[in-house]
């Protein structure tokens, strides 16, 4: 199995920070996403990346980056952040049809 | 599109009892379907899945067939256990993008003793 670590499980930050939340595997996976997860809306796309330096827009991209310099990197960005940004945030690494996931961030910005 | 409705949470039952938990999708094609489960304070993890018509996946007493004719991928449990207390997304992965995956809203079940 892959372990995914997230950096921080939980984050406060203010408006118009930019903030950073990283994502680490311990393997050599191409595949690595970032998600957000609200009540009532399940798990969000944000973005995904396929490999160093290669990325694509999931379905909310909106307010975010990304950067993929290593292999096992994966980092979300959030340019400044704002209040409708506070959710918990999850990444995940996929090597086939199976995705591991991190434990989360939950991020508040207020 | 692809989509995958869950029904609406929470589902609340007793230890023993058993569960049904509903998923329906929209895809084109044959997608692979998979069950997630994410116990508190903890990321997802894969419970079960199949990756065509008519399989079965199962895992830790949990069951779920692949219905094409309705599109569905109901989770069924016959007793609950207390520690299966967590938040049940059904999810599938398109036939074209097989490292995707597009997640229901997520069921949360409380089990009580």
């Known amino acids: 199995d892959v372990k995914v670590t997230q950096s921080s499980r939980y984050l406060v930050k203010r408006t118009g920070e930019k903030v950073f939340l990283e994502c680490v595997q311990d393997?050599?996976?191409?595949?690595m996403f970032w998600y957000r997860q609200d009540p009532g809306l399940g798990l969000r796309l944000i973005y995904f990346?396929?490999?160093?330096?290669?990325?694509e827009k999931g379905d909310i991209p909106e307010g975010y980056s990304v950067s993929r310099e290593k292999k096992e990197r994966f980092s979300l960005i959030l340019e400044s952040a704002s209040t409708n940004q506070t959710s918990m945030y999850l990444c995940?690494?996929?090597?086939?049809?199976?995705?591991?996931f991190g434990q989360g961030t939950r991020l508040t910005v207020v | 599109g692809n989509s995958v409705t869950q029904m609406e949470g929470p589902v609340t039952l007793s230890e023993e009892a058993f569960l049904t938990i509903n998923c329906t999708y929209t895809?084109?094609?044959?997608?692979?379907l998979f069950w997630y489960v994410q116990y508190p304070g903890e990321g997802l993890q894969l419970l079960l899945k199949?990756?065509?018509?008519?399989d079965k996946g199962s895992n830790k007493g949990f069951e779920a067939t692949y219905r094409k004719e309705t599109t569905s991928f109901h989770l069924e449990k016959g007793s609950v256990q207390v520690s299966d207390s967590a938040v049940y997304f059904c999810?599938?992965?398109?036939?074209?993008?097989?490292?995707?995956?597009?997640f229901g809203s997520g069921t949360r079940l409380l089990v009580r003793p």
């Open positions: 995940a690494v996929a090597p086939g049809y199976r995705a591991f």
């Open positions: 393997m050599d996976h191409e595949n």
């Open positions: 990346s396929y490999d160093v330096k290669m990325k």
């Open positions: 895809a084109t094609g044959y997608p692979s």
């Open positions: 199949a990756t065509k018509a008519d």
């Open positions: 999810a599938l992965s398109p036939m074209d993008s097989s490292y995707k995956l597009i």
